[in-house]
């Protein structure tokens, strides 16, 4: 038998037995069985032990196993095992979340399983690709993946990417015909490959192969999906990784140096100080713990149907200032129907509610044109099926709505198509915005045409009455419609004698009407929308939709007050500088094509706000790749969206964006817990060790007993961190600047600080039960327990990083495990006999146990003072986390009251600049410059300029919003004027309103 793409259409349909409705469900289940699920055989994964010793692939580790060669050459084999099994224990844990990841990812697979739509029974149906069959006919359209080996039977305006399989760059023309026998795989027009992608028009084909036995199964090449990306956090611990080890080394070699040369020390002796000293400064659990960490994020944004398919979306989700979202389906709840609608001679209200083909259209004036109905139905792609939670559409929901109206004028549309039978299609397309299609009536052919008002109205020259056509009137009323917050359609015909042999950018029409449909606001998503402006995230919504209909969604979602708006065509006319101002003071993007989406992802992106930005279809691809967060419509996205984006929304709800948004910072900031905690207790302990060698002191501690210490801490209380829930008002902070190195001055304030104390601690507990009569092996005992007990306490204060120590939530079940399983473990070493033997430890009584409460509750007192202090005593760093109710305070106190205790609700502009120069030169000079012009500003009431984390940040209160806004317009004016050198990026802006006492 000649090749699929060698023989004609119908003899590919009679080769396997099917027809152009398809197999019947029985055909096809009896086929899958014969022929298999149309999946491709999963690359090869890495064995157990190859991903056991992947584990030790850090210096860290490293050094751990030189330190264990060391103590095995010494005979120190009791040192040697614990060595071993703290490094076993983190490879475990590292072991064991890969395994979860690996599970939670095939859990979570199938909501990104491709799906294609498919003729079943003579009726369109949506099916996972993988159970696709030889014989099925398969539907396609603009930025699908196509499913499986497939002869087209159909095409209008097909064009497809193989880059994937040929390597061709162009994509490549498609049409019917049968070739040449021989013809290359690049030069098959009448074929459509698994895997390649449709880039425009649309098309039927025949299911030829599935599986291995497609071309791409054939030849063994399949895109090997996402390769292994690593975060910025992760780069910054493996550089801090690679600091520690110089630093550990260099650290031993003084104080072997010291020991052996300066105090005579037996070289076995000092090595195993040595080894100790290692063993305590290295995190060895910090690598575990930050996998635990980022992988728990994955889970929970999971449940949250926010699915993470890259690793560093996680990370980046807790720095997102921007959120660029499409309305259609993400902010609304994408139910379109058609509310209004307009023709020559009168209007209508439309009453229904979805797709139920339920309601009636209230007329207004003369009724409307029947070919006017008669378009709604031919020029449509949708179908409308009732299911278990009511009716549905399957296919563009905006069509699914004109199908509702149509049968809500009492239109049968199974019967109007069946007399006015289809016979070409010119699909819709970003370039031209409408869609026609061309009927065979009997008695000639049906041009319909819809489309976008402003594509579809200049080519009209008549319409249904038979009055003069006025372009400029109708124009008004779409616009009029659209300022209701409606999404405007323009319909249109042609009917011509004899039907032409192919379609063309339709010319000449006859006007028939316009539709005005809405889509209402996700009841959700008004909340979620305060949420990110309360958390300093600015909303920027770019549609399809008219400008109008955009501005108006905005504003009832809460978007702004006062929405500014831009049509793709103005953005056409500015340049780069133009753009970057004008990105910064406009809410609704509208009628934006591909490049221009491209182009607003990188204007905001120009000042280093990291961005995320949403789509669904192909023509999004570019800017979802472009953007720091692409994130990808799960319900309604193409596949080219999804391969774009870093992260899928499974509900297609903008409320899942805010809900990730909380959960990237919760990650990033649990992090963060477990870096401030590990490093400054591991800094103590080897302080402990340094400080008695180089002064030549008794150890306070044996090395076995240090290497004890990190084994029960590193992993018991280490890992309770990586559970801990939001922190309270963490979705009232401005968002993290992402290039903040890790290695922070608060980060090296705790490190001296947390480990002089300990240090100071374990000698004075030591020196306190010597004095007492106790024996050295009571005190070593008493320091153990100590300095694990002063863990414990650092890592109560650790975890509460914004409050008191009771403030908020209640600790996860996780801590108090971690807790409890180390005080069993301290338990056992004190007084289990066998672990007696082995560390040197004794039983101490209820004086040391008292004097190691009364150290660890002195040490917790101090460290919440501490933090008390430091959170009271930086009011512009209180500004910087909280800047409302910080705003709220300062105006209520200067006012005389305190703050939201009623009184005049004021608005607050809050400006937070990154700055290159001295602060009180800034400081001076905004007051200097931009303080005047305030104070002549209607409704100016109070304004404060001051440092913050980053460099500067200054208030201004208004009496509304608008003053506040053009206040804001001519401070940017000002600092661009006055302070270009030593502010050199944008601010991040906080608006809201406080209320303060008049």
Not at 307 to 313: F, G, K, M, V
Not at 464 to 477: I, K, L, S, T
């Amino acid at each position: 038998m000649p090749p699929w793409h060698a023989i004609p259409v119908e003899a590919a349909f009679d080769a396997l037995g099917s027809g152009r409705s398809g197999l019947s469900g029985a055909e096809a289940a009896e086929r899958l069985a014969r022929h298999g699920p149309n999946t491709l055989p999963e690359p090869p994964r890495p064995g157990l032990v190859a991903r056991f010793l992947h584990q030790f692939d850090d210096p860290l580790i490293r050094v751990l196993l030189f330190a264990a060669l060391l103590t095995a050459g010494l005979g120190e084999w009791a040192d040697t095992l614990v060595i071993l099994a703290v490094v076993l224990i983190n490879a475990g844990v590292g072991l064991l979340q890969e395994g979860r990841a690996e599970r939670a990812l095939e859990a979570i697979g199938g909501l990104l399983a491709p799906h294609a739509a498919v003729l079943r029974d003579g009726a369109r149906r949506r099916l996972p690709a993988s159970e696709l069959v030889p014989g099925d006919v398969v539907l396609l359209e603009a930025g699908d993946r196509v499913p499986a080996d497939l002869r087209l039977v159909s095409a209008a305006a097909l064009r497809i990417e193989e880059a994937a399989l040929t390597g061709e760059s162009v994509p490549a023309e498609k049409a019917t015909d049968a070739g040449a026998a021989a013809a290359p795989l690049a030069e098959r027009a009448g074929m459509a490959f698994l895997g390649t992608l449709v880039v425009a028009g649309q098309a039927q084909g025949l299911v030829v192969a599935t599986g291995p036995a497609t071309e791409i199964g054939r030849l063994g090449a399949m895109l090997a999906g996402l390769g292994t990306a690593e975060t910025p956090l992760l780069r910054q611990m493996h550089r801090l990784a690679r600091l520690l080890t110089a630093i550990v080394l260099g650290l031993a070699a003084v104080v072997f140096a010291v020991a052996v040369l300066l105090h005579g020390m037996a070289l076995a002796e000092a090595v195993l100080v040595v080894v100790s000293l290692a063993v305590s400064a290295i995190p060895e659990g910090l690598p575990a713990v930050l996998s635990v960490t980022l992988a728990l994020g994955v889970r929970r944004m999971a449940a949250r149907r926010a699915i993470i398919r890259r690793l560093p979306a996680v990370e980046t989700l807790g720095a997102v200032g921007v959120i660029c979202t499409d309305k259609t389906g993400t902010l609304t709840m994408n139910e379109m129907a058609v509310r209004h609608a307009a023709w020559p001679g009168g209007a209508g209200s439309v009453a229904g509610q979805g797709y139920a083909p339920l309601g009636a259209v209230v007329v207004t004036g003369e009724p409307p044109p029947p070919r006017l109905i008669d378009v709604a139905v031919l020029c449509n792609d949708a179908a409308l099926r009732e299911g278990p939670r009511g009716w549905a559409v399957e296919g563009d929901p905006m069509e699914g709505a004109l199908l509702a109206f149509a049968a809500r004028a009492g239109a049968d549309d199974d019967a109007l198509e069946a007399m006015q039978p289809r016979r070409a299609t010119l699909p819709f397309d970003a370039a031209h915005r409408l869609m026609a299609t061309l009927h065979d009536t009997g008695a000639g052919a049906l041009l319909a045409v819809k489309g976008a008002p402003e594509a579809v109205l200049p080519r009209c020259v008549a319409q249904a009455d038979g009055v003069p056509f006025d372009v400029a009137d109708w124009m008004a009323r779409a616009e009029a419609m659209a300022a209701r917050g409606e999404r405007v359609l323009a319909l249109a015909m042609r009917e011509d004698a004899a039907a032409p042999d192919r379609i063309a950018l339709p010319e000449a029409l006859v006007f028939l009407g316009l539709l005005g449909l809405a889509d209402p606001p996700r009841p959700e998503a008004r909340a979620a929308v305060a949420e990110c402006r309360a958390a300093g995230i600015r909303i920027v919504m770019i549609t399809g939709d008219h400008a109008a209909t955009g501005v108006a969604i905005a504003a009832e979602l809460g978007i702004a007050a006062a929405p500014q708006a831009l049509t793709g065509a103005a953005v056409d006319a500015l340049d780069d500088a133009g753009l970057a101002g004008a990105v910064a003071r406009t809410d609704v993007f509208a009628r934006v094509s591909p490049e221009q989406k491209l182009r607003l992802v990188e204007a905001l992106q120009r000042d280093g706000t990291v961005v995320a930005m949403t789509g669904d279809g192909v023509n999004d691809a570019p800017a979802l790749k472009r953007a720091d967060i692409g994130i990808a419509m799960g319900l309604r996205g193409t596949e080219a969206a999804r391969q774009a984006a870093q992260m899928v929304l499974a509900d297609d709800d903008f409320a899942s964006i805010a809900a990730a948004v909380r959960e990237g910072r919760t990650v990033y900031d649990n992090l963060r817990k477990v870096i401030v905690w590990n490093l400054p207790t591991d800094g103590g302990e080897a302080l402990v060790i340094a400080f008695a060698v180089l002064f030549g002191l008794a150890l306070p501690m044996t090395p076995l007993q240090v290497l004890w210490i990190n084994t029960i801490t590193a992993t018991a209380l280490g890992l309770a961190l990586a559970f801990e829930p939001t922190e309270p008002g963490i979705m009232r902070e401005a968002p993290r600047d992402p290039r903040t190195p890790l290695l922070s001055g608060f980060l090296l304030w705790r490190f001296t600080l947390v480990s002089a104390l300990i240090a100071a601690a374990s000698f004075g507990v030591h020196g306190w039960v010597l004095a007492g009569g106790g024996g050295e092996a009571a005190a070593r005992t008493a320091v153990v327990n100590a300095i694990v007990a002063l863990e414990i306490a650092y890592l109560l204060v650790v975890r509460r990083g914004r409050g008191g120590l009771f403030g908020g939530a209640p600790p996860p079940f996780a801590l108090w495990l971690g807790i409890g399983v180390t005080v069993a473990g301290q338990a056992l070493l004190t007084y289990a006999p066998p672990l007696q033997a082995v560390f040197g430890t004794v039983a101490i009584g209820t004086a040391e146990w008292g004097a190691v409460l009364v150290v660890a509750l002195v040490f917790l007192v101090v460290l919440e003072a501490e933090k008390a202090l430091r959170w009271a005593g930086d009011a512009s760093a209180a500004t910087a986390k909280r800047p409302i109710d910080a705003a709220c305070a300062k105006g209520a106190a200067d006012a005389g009251g305190s703050p939201r205790q009623g009184g005049k609700a004021m608005y607050a502009m809050i400006r937070s600049y990154t700055a290159t120069g001295s602060v009180e030169e800034i400081v001076r000079r905004v007051e200097a410059s931009v303080l005047p012009m305030l104070k002549t500003h209607p409704g100016f009431r109070n304004y404060w300029a001051g440092r913050s984390e980053g460099g500067v940040f200054s208030i201004s209160l208004f009496d509304s919003q608008a003053q506040a806004e053009a206040a804001h317009e001519a401070v940017r004016g000002i600092v661009a004027a006055n302070l270009t050198e030593l502010l050199p990026q944008p601010p991040v802006i906080t608006r809201g309103e406080v209320l303060v006492t008049a």
